[in-house]
């Protein structure tokens, strides 16, 4: 699982980008490797060692061994250990229906993780794929909404119980009163009057916006955002999701919204002028569609763009509340002066993509209108 701009193999440019992160309060250099005994667990001494991809929230390696190549990640705290017994359930259902997903490998004692000095450890098998950053083409849009349509019709039959929820994942009032909080207790923060006109359009936004009718739940992946997604770096077809660590059930708009409001901005999350592209939207629309139809309810494609909506304003308040919180998101300490600055650029992109979409809202129902007829 190795989310980062270009091909799964070591890359000095992904080593360096991400050269500092913050965990649990602490930073720490990202030059550090998976502990020997980690290694050792699971026979991988000898291996060679790349960090991998540019997620946010977990730390991955490459480990390759001979001409083996896999993955070894380190969880963040937040997510507990059992959360990888939903990931082996469900990407056994995945592979049962010929979708291709990475597979959890048993530690030498047949476990498959390791709790090590307070942090989980789980290796897994490498797909040959490439992740971006951005999308670039609406062909690549088209194939990301096909992909994500497969996976979710293929996880429809799954009688499961989740081991590891995240409740309030998406309740948008909760993160937006996470904002409000973060606001009144950091009135000292270095950033505060920066952050505040910010955080106060993004309330405004916010308050602005219906609230998205109650739906069903889905199965979802929970963060389809663009480099959770592998392509094949020849034919740049959408191979397969991965960081399945937010599997679950929600009402499908909330994932469509998520994966809408990242693939269709194509500057991507760190740009300032960030925009909704309407050809990108349509693609991924029409990608999803051309495996969904049939499936995906009338209410839920109603839901589609106020949901993309949400989702942008959502994430902003989440980038702004850390951008005084300080303690959450992975951050490049290469590229911005502190953190806080990372999130606020990323608060304010989030926001203007949100912006754009605002001005074609009328031409992005349009799509769904025409995609899904009646
Ligand atoms: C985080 O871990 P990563 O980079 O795939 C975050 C998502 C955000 C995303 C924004 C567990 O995803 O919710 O949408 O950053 N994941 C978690 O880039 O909070
Ligand atoms: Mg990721």
């Given amino acids: 699982m190795l989310p980062g701009d270009g091909q799964h193999a070591p890359d000095a440019t992904i080593m ?36 991998l991809g540019s997620g946010l929230i977990n730390r991955t390696w490459l480990v390759e061994t001979g001409a083996r190549r896999l993955v070894m990640q380190q969880l963040n705290p937040i997510f507990p250990p059992v959360v990888n017994e939903d990931i082996r359930v469900v990407t056994a259902h995945l592979r049962a229906r010929g979708l291709i997903a990475p597979e959890l490998l048993a530690a030498r004692d047949g476990r498959y993780w390791q709790e090590y000095e307070g942090r989980t450890w789980r290796l897994m098998t490498w797909v040959a794929g490439t992740s971006h950053e951005r999308i670039t083409a609406a062909a690549q849009a088209q194939e990301a909404g096909a992909l994500l ?32 909080q973060a606001l009144a207790g950091h009135r000292a923060h270095p950033h505060y009057a920066a952050v505040r006109p910010l955080a106060d359009e993004i309330l405004a936004l916010a308050a602005a916006l219906a609230p998205l009718p109650a739906l069903p739940d889905r199965f979802v992946h929970g963060d389809p955002k663009i480099n959770n997604i592998l392509f094949d ?34 500057r991507g999350e760190d740009e300032q002028d960030s925009a909704f592209s309407l050809e990108f939207f349509r693609a991924a629309v029409e990608g999803y569609a051309s495996v969904a139809a049939g499936w995906i309810t009338a209410e839920e494609c109603n839901s589609i ?70």
Avoid at 157 to 176: I, K
Avoid at 246 to 261: I, K
């Fill in 16 to 51: 360096l980008r991400f050269a500092c992160r913050r965990f649990d309060g602490v930073y720490m250099p990202d030059t550090g490797l998976p502990p020997p005994q980690m290694l050792r667990a699971w026979g991988l001494a000898d291996a060679r060692l790349s960090l």
């Fill in 149 to 180: 349509a497969r996976f979710h019709r293929a996880l429809d039959d799954l009688q499961y119980q989740f081991r590891n929820t995240r409740p309030g994942v998406h309740d948008t009032p909760r993160h937006l009163a996470g904002l409000r």
């Fill in 233 to 266: 770096p020849v034919s740049d077809r959408a191979l397969c999701l991965i960081d399945l660590d937010t599997l679950g059930r929600m009402p499908l708009p909330l994932e469509l919204g998520d994966a809408f409001r990242s693939w269709c901005n194509p």
């Fill in 305 to 374: 763009v106020p949901a993309t909506l949400t989702i942008y304003v959502e994430l902003a308040a989440r980038f702004c509340a850390d951008a005084l919180n300080e303690s959450y998101f992975g951050w490049d300490a290469s590229r911005y002066p502190s953190r806080s600055a990372h999130n606020q650029l990323r608060a304010a992109s989030q926001m203007a993509a949100a912006r754009s979409l605002l001005d074609m809202r009328g031409a992005a129902e349009e799509v769904v209108r025409r995609v899904f007829p009646g």
